[in-house]
């Protein structure tokens, strides 16, 4: 039988988020990677039935995933997938319903697919590379919003409890230049919904790449910008992410980097 990533990552996608829609608020295992980084059995269930399907299809690749972390026994592959089995733990351990699936196909380390999903609202976001991005078949743009202060941003906030005191003071500079600020805990639907126009960016200083490598590629195909705190492109090695819709970017990179001396 033959697959193609798309139909594999989408298939794979939704059987995930199903199995959270039904395990919501029926979390019996909480564990901690941190202080406040939480992991639960259901984030392993979901990853496990998301590689099982990855590897049926594609023994060859390359696995990157957010609890099991790289498979080495395929290293040298020249493709890659990005695995969240389920962004936004903490949401989904306290019976909150804002959490997402999130997988990226990565050939060359370029991303070529992504796909989110949102299980309790049934919205699924795809995009290739060169192709556009998608809402539920539908066509989704960024929005035209060119005004810091008519502007809806999103944010995150880093594990490391001591290193909240820095996002919480570019936190308190946006919440006096914009309209609001939202922080709803998922950077993969944060990115899909820059690109769908309902925030105008989002900016976070601490994300892996199974946070950001399918929303990024959304979020690009959309017609928006995503970069890191200094302006250079997201890659996977990225640690911060802004994404916007382009208008506003380099209003929102002034305020991220406001105190560095080197700042202009």
Same mark, same amino acid.
């Given at each position: 039988m033959a697959y193609s990533p798309r139909s594999?990552?989408?298939e794979a996608a939704v059987a995930a988020g199903r199995l959270l829609r039904?395990?919501?608020?029926?979390?019996?295992?909480?564990?901690?990677?941190?202080?406040?980084?939480?992991?639960?059995?259901?984030?392993? @269930?979901?990853? &496990?039935?998301i590689l099982e399907r990855i590897r049926e299809a594609f023994p060859e690749h390359?696995?990157?995933?957010?609890?099991?972390? @790289?498979?080495?026994?395929?290293?040298d592959s020249r493709y890659l997938w990005v695995?969240?089995?389920l962004d936004g733990t903490t949401n989904f351990a306290h019976g909150y319903p804002l959490f997402a699936v999130s997988i990226a196909f990565v050939v060359d380390g370029e991303p070529e697919l992504g796909v989110v999903y949102?299980?309790?609202? *049934?919205?699924?976001?795809?995009?290739?590379?060169?192709?556009?991005?998608?809402?539920?078949g539908r066509r989704i743009r960024v929005s035209d919003q060119d005004s810091m202060i008519m502007a809806l941003l999103a944010t995150g906030f880093p594990y490391?409890?001591?290193?909240?005191? &820095?996002?919480?003071?570019?936190?308190?500079?946006?919440?006096?230049?914009?309209?609001?600020?939202?922080?709803?805990?998922?950077?993969?639907?944060?990115?899909?919904?820059?690109?769908?126009?309902?925030? *105008?960016?989002f900016w976070e200083p601490e994300l892996a790449p199974w946070d950001t490598a @399918?929303? @990024?590629?959304?979020?690009?195909?959309?017609?928006g910008v995503v970069t890191d705190y200094s302006g250079c492109p997201l890659t996977l090695e990225s640690v911060s992410c802004v994404a916007s819709n382009g208008k506003?970017?380099?209003?929102?990179?002034?305020?991220?980097?406001?105190?560095?001396? *080197?700042?202009v």
């Open positions: 594999v990552a989408v039904e395990r919501l608020g029926r979390v019996q295992e909480i564990r901690f990677k941190g202080a406040v980084n939480l992991v639960t059995e259901v984030d392993e @269930a979901s990853e &496990q039935l390359a696995i990157l995933s957010e609890e099991r972390g @790289a498979d080495l026994s395929v290293s695995v969240d089995p949102q299980p309790v609202l *049934d919205e699924l976001f795809v995009a290739q590379r060169g192709a556009g991005a998608f809402l539920n490391d409890l001591e290193r909240r005191k &820095q996002a919480l003071a570019h936190f308190g500079r946006f919440t006096t230049l914009t309209r609001a600020i939202r922080r709803d805990g998922s950077a993969a639907l944060d990115l899909c919904y820059v690109a769908a126009g309902r925030f *105008d960016g @399918a929303g @990024a590629l959304i979020v690009r195909e959309a017609g506003l970017h380099q209003q929102i990179l002034d305020v991220l980097n406001a105190d560095r001396p *080197d700042h």
